[in-house]
């Protein structure tokens, strides 16, 4: 198993050279600005053990205030990307089960994403493509509170798949790479 320290590291070089540089979330500049982003190793080899980490990070960001969002960073025992969709799909249950529907909602992100009905080379699957596969835990009441402040935010989604496209499969292989080596 890798050292937790490293894939904790690649994926904060991520948030900030990838996401923010990029400006793939527009809000994530500010929460990496204010340290409020917690990242979290997880071995999930154990499916068992991933859910209890999910369930406890919940608990935390209830009881954490300064903590925005958390990283959940699978650094183990995910790396099949259809075995880490169930895992996925377990925990948007979870949430579900605990009473933390609409309280907190997942976000998924891995190094071989590929949207429902896209090619693997498309660039649009870059939007959620990450050095470690990763649960990422958002609080829906910010979520909203940026939402309502930001100018068309329907059309995030399209931008970032624009940006995708214009910089190619061949660039953005390369940056991801990068933060992998880095």
Known sequence: MN??????????????????????????RRELERDSIRYVPVDATDVEHLLLILFEECRHLDASPGTETTLLVLIAGAEDFEHYLDCLDLGEALLEQQGYEGVYQLASFHPDYVFDGAEADDPANYTNRAPWPMLHLLREASIERALAHFPRPERIPERNVAVMRKLGIEALTARLDD????
């Open 3 to 28: 050292s937790s320290l490293e894939p904790l590291r690649q994926s904060r070089d991520w948030v900030e050279r990838f996401v923010v540089e990029l400006d793939v979330c527009p809000f994530a």
């Open 179 to 182: 933060l992998k080596r880095s």
